[in-house]
Nanobody, 115 residues
């Protein structure tokens, strides 16, 4: 079982920045990959960024150049640095961990970007 706890969401003006954190209950190396997804009202949940156990990162096209996923191995924490935020980024952001074929999810954190 992997438990995930997100933090760092909030309200920010367009053009601003936020950093989301996702703390895991165990070592990051016990999972194959960790990522951030988001779900806006009336839309499907979508991948934002993912980082593998080996440290490779990939991003959705709509966040390339604006968001950065990173990790602190000692703290078993994954971060999502979000810059140049746009109202279109408003959503609930979920942390995800993949261990084998099993996906684990955090409770989500709300990000609201005002125009």
């Amino acid at each position: 079982q992997v438990q995930l706890e997100e933090s760092g969401g909030g309200l920010v003006q367009a053009g601003g920045s936020l950093r989301l954190s996702c703390a895991t209950s165990g070592s990051i190396f016990t999972v194959n990959a960790m990522g951030w997804y988001r779900q806006a009202p009336g839309k499907q949940r979508e991948l934002v960024a993912r980082i593998t156990r080996g440290g490779s990162a990939n991003y959705a096209d709509f966040v390339k150049g604006r968001f950065t996923i990173s990790r602190d191995i000692a703290k078993n924490t994954v971060y999502l640095q979000m810059n140049s935020l746009d109202p279109e980024d408003t959503a609930v952001y979920y942390c995800n961990a993949l261990r084998g074929l099993t996906a684990y999810w955090g409770q989500g954190t709300q990000v609201t970007v005002s125009s």
